[in-house]
């Protein structure tokens, strides 16, 4: 196999000299101590009996192969990768923590860096190694080497190679890596940006990769009715601070919330007004892109604490709007059973949740959103694992006195009233509301703005009452025929 390329020798580093100084030596003795024993060996071996050859000193070599390969390459050496599941913290944990740890190390010591910024509005840099870039660290006397490698593919894959000496094996692993892990998180903390992760599928499999999330929808621009929209921040609230009362009732640290409602009535901005309230990052699934249960369940499992998943437009998904068959499938028999097989049912679905909540400890919400809540298998959405049902509805007269004040700074105005009478009367989402309350040139101001939307009210409660009049006579006409055929 061939070592890794920390561990051999290179003419710039700092470390690889003092690592390598002996070794010179080292090899020069042990050539002759070999050809020694070379020599000793052919004189000594016609007059060993075969098992004496088979059995002892068969056994003596393997016994200290381990031994003289230690002698020889005495580094040890620790692969992190930014694709490790990271076990309770998620994917790719242990690898942001050591990254945000060298960080703090390599400003001063790497030649080569890459930058980022370091949270949503701040001017501060977070550095970090550039690929193939190594820098050497010490701990209580210990001299550890840290080199960042990246490795190819589709999704190329990040990786950090802690080379140190045997002699240290005991101290790195019991005190510098939870040294590495604490310091690293206390750094992630201050400087945290929140992401936004989406499902991407490359020839093989489905995995995230993501943006930063800077969704500017906050519970301040969140038109809805005032106490609703405090009901939810207090749930979220309990949730956020509720890690003590989970544990002792012996539950996953989960909650799950259904939005539902007609398009345009703000599903998709709460999502954002809630993570950014939480400051969590988003995971957004989809399950268009994801070929089987099985992919579904590790995607889910790689996601980290501290963040929201959100599978949008569920009702979209035919496999899932389907009611669920409790009974087995049967083998796939031909192509078509094969590609049937590889579509994310009710039931992967189910289970990967499921398996979530059992697999992962901490700090997950689970959305998911939807235009027909009607044509969701309960199982779905039973109380439990959407744990909140939240129904987005159209515009009431408290959200639209709220988008007046965000987009004219206004809190009465003459048409106010009429505004009223019309919104009970024409159902029409706060999408279409804020769409009018835009200025759309220099001379639009609130009298134009409210104008136009008191002309727009008016239409669609005209067009509501029409369809109103032609559903009633056709109801009418149905109760007629049920007559006339009995
Ligand atoms: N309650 C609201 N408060 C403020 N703005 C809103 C609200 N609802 C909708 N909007 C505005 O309308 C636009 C569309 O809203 P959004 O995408 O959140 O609706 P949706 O219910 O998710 O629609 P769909 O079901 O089609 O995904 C947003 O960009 C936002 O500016």
Not at 230 to 244: E, K, P
Request: hydrophobic residues 40%; proline residues 5%.
């Amino acid at each position: 196999m061939p070592r890794p390329k920390a561990t051999m020798p290179r003419p710039s580093p700092k470390g690889a000299v003092e690592r390598y100084a002996g070794l010179g030596s080292a090899l020069t003795s042990l050539g002759s101590a070999l050809a020694g024993l070379m020599f000793v060996w052919s004189m000594v071996r016609p007059f060993l009996p075969r098992t004496v050859f088979k059995y002892y000193l068969g056994h003596l070599m393997r016994r200290h192969a381990r031994w003289l390969v230690a002698l020889l390459d005495p580094w040890l050496t620790i692969t992190i990768t930014d694709h490790d599941g990271g076990g309770r913290l998620g994917i790719g944990a242990v690898y942001d923590r050591a990254k945000a740890y060298l960080s703090a190390q390599c400003a001063t010591r790497a030649r080569s860096l890459r930058a980022e910024l370091a949270a949503r509005g701040t001017e501060r840099f977070l550095l970090s190694m550039d690929h193939n870039e190594e820098i050497a660290d010490e701990f209580q006397g210990a001299t550890v080497w840290w080199h960042s490698v990246s490795l190819g593919g589709a999704v190329p894959r990040r990786t950090y190679r802690l080379v140190f000496h045997e002699r240290h094996r005991d101290l790195i692993v019991e005190s510098y890596l939870p040294h590495v892990s604490r310091e690293g998180r206390a750094i992630m903390a201050s400087t945290r940006r929140q992401k936004l992760f989406t499902n991407t599928f490359d020839r093989h499999n489905s995995s995230w990769s993501y943006v930063v999330f800077e969704h500017p929808s906050t519970f301040d621009t969140l038109a809805m009715d005032p106490a609703k929209k405090r009901a939810i921040m207090d749930d979220l609230d309990a949730f956020r601070n509720g890690r003590d009362y989970y544990a002792r009732i012996g539950k996953a640290w989960k909650r799950g919330y259904l939005l539902y409602g007609p398009p345009g009535t703000g599903k998709s901005t709460m999502i954002a007004a809630m993570a950014n309230y939480l400051g969590y990052d988003v995971y957004n699934i989809e399950l268009t892109s994801v070929t089987t249960n099985g992919e579904l369940q590790r995607l889910f499992v790689e996601t980290k604490g501290k963040s929201i998943i959100v599978v949008e437009d569920i009702d979209c998904s035919a496999e899932l709007t389907a009611k669920r068959d409790r009974k087995k499938p049967p083998p796939p028999s031909g192509p078509d059973d094969y590609e049937e097989a590889r579509k994310v049912t009710l039931s992967g679905l189910l289970n990967a949740i499921d398996g979530l909540w059992s697999a992962c400890g901490g700090e997950r919400i689970i959305i998911f959103t939807t235009n027909h809540v009607e044509k969701l298998d309960p199982a779905l959405i039973r109380r439990g694992r959407m744990d909140k049902h939240i129904e987005m509805s159209y515009c009431c007269f408290e959200a639209f006195r709220f988008l007046a004040r965000n987009y004219h700074g206004i809190d009465a105005h003459p048409l106010f009233d009429n505004i009223k009478a019309l919104l009970d009367e024409a159902n029409i989402t706060p999408a279409d509301v804020a769409e009018h309350l835009m200025p759309k040139c220099a001379a639009d101001d609130a009298d134009s703005c409210l104008a136009s939307l008191v002309k727009a009210l008016a239409e669609k409660a005209k067009e509501n009452a029409t369809t109103a009049v032609i559903n009633s006579m056709d109801d009418l006409l149905k109760d007629d025929q049920t007559v006339l055929d009995k």
